[in-house]
């Protein structure tokens, strides 16, 4: 075994989990360090990115979060990026066919999972499952924009897909999160018939 808990105490438990870890961990050497560490339970959750392949466009959403508002001031808090949200009770195909109609009004049936990472294992236990659907303009049933009950305000956001590279390269799309699912869709998604990516300038 690598890790002797010795002592767990909860910090917060308001919105979320909030705790101190006191732990030995065995090194490389065989021998034990003492350490402390906060982790942040908030669950897991679940992202998505739609695309049209024949229109060349992707979905993603712009809505304003206060943590990227709220440090240093610098930030007007909007961000653009895939529809996400947390399983809650849900498997994350269940959770992210409803979070994609709450979000953007697209209905979409068939989703497929590309991958899932942690996005912050230095604090925060989430595990973020990754998907990609593909959609038309038909299948939107809503005007999407959220629970309006949750604070939800979301504007959704047609591009096309070197756009919304472009918007990577220049800082104006910085949600990691969605840059991941950029990224896979211009290495595989959007992939022309020599099997060149979508773009020739890559990140």
Known sequence: MQIRIKEVKTLADDWYVLKK??????????????????????????????????????????????????????????????????????????????????????????VRRVFEAFMSPGSVTERLYFFVAEYEPDSRVSGGGGVEQEGEDIEVVELDIDAALAMVADGRIEDGKTIMLLQHAALVLFRDGSGAPAVGRML
Request: glycine letters at 10%.
């Open 21 to 110: 870890t006191t732990f030995e961990y065995r090194r490389r050497d065989g021998t034990w360090q003492t350490m402390s560490r906060e982790t942040y339970d908030r669950g897991h959750g679940a992202v998505i990115l739609l695309y049209n392949l024949v229109r060349r466009t992707v979905i993603l959403v712009r809505q304003f979060r206060y943590p990227a508002y709220g440090y240093g001031g610098t930030h007007d808090g909007y961000l653009l990026e895939a529809p996400a949200g947390l399983l809650d009770a849900a498997t994350p195909e269940q959770r992210i066919r409803a979070e994609v109609e709450e979000e953007t009004g697209y209905r979409v049936h068939q």
